[in-house]
């Protein structure tokens, strides 16, 4: 089992920036990819961005490439999303998960540990 905790999300104006974070415990040791997924009121659960086991390959949906960064510190069992550029339809609860495998993947059934999630609100 991986037990996964969020957090960093708050609100903050369009154009601004948050850094959340995802820190793993318990069966650490397994080499897993990570990803991050976001859901809106009202909206099914949506790909944000993945990041491979070495950290060495990313992955990320259009709607936040070149705006989003997601990273990890496996020495620190963190993973990390930098969003700047911040628009209001990026308000959402956002998940970070880990697959049993190093690589990444965009659908969201292929994750078994999921967080609790952190909600981030972006006000125009």
């Known amino acids: 089992q991986v037990q996964l905790v969020e957090s960093g999300g708050g609100w903050v104006q369009a154009g601004g920036s948050l850094r959340l974070s995802c820190a793993a415990s318990?069966?650490?040791?397994?080499?897993?990819?990570m990803g991050w997924f976001r859901q809106a009121p009202g909206k099914e659960r949506e790909f944000v961005a993945a990041?491979?086991?070495?950290?060495?390959?990313?992955y990320y949906a259009d709607s936040v490439k070149g705006r989003f960064t997601i990273s990890r510190d496996n020495a620190k069992n963190t993973v990390y999303l930098q969003m700047n550029s911040l628009k209001p339809e990026d308000t959402a609860v956002y998940y970070c998960?880990?697959?049993?495998?190093?690589?990444?993947?965009?659908?969201?059934?292929?994750?078994?540990?999921w967080g609790q999630g952190t909600q981030v609100t972006v006000s125009s």
């Open positions: 990041i491979s086991w070495s950290g060495g390959n990313t």
């Open positions: 998960a880990a697959r049993s495998s190093t690589w990444y993947d965009p659908d969201p059934g292929r994750y078994a540990y």
């Open positions: 318990g069966r650490t040791g397994s080499r897993n990819a």
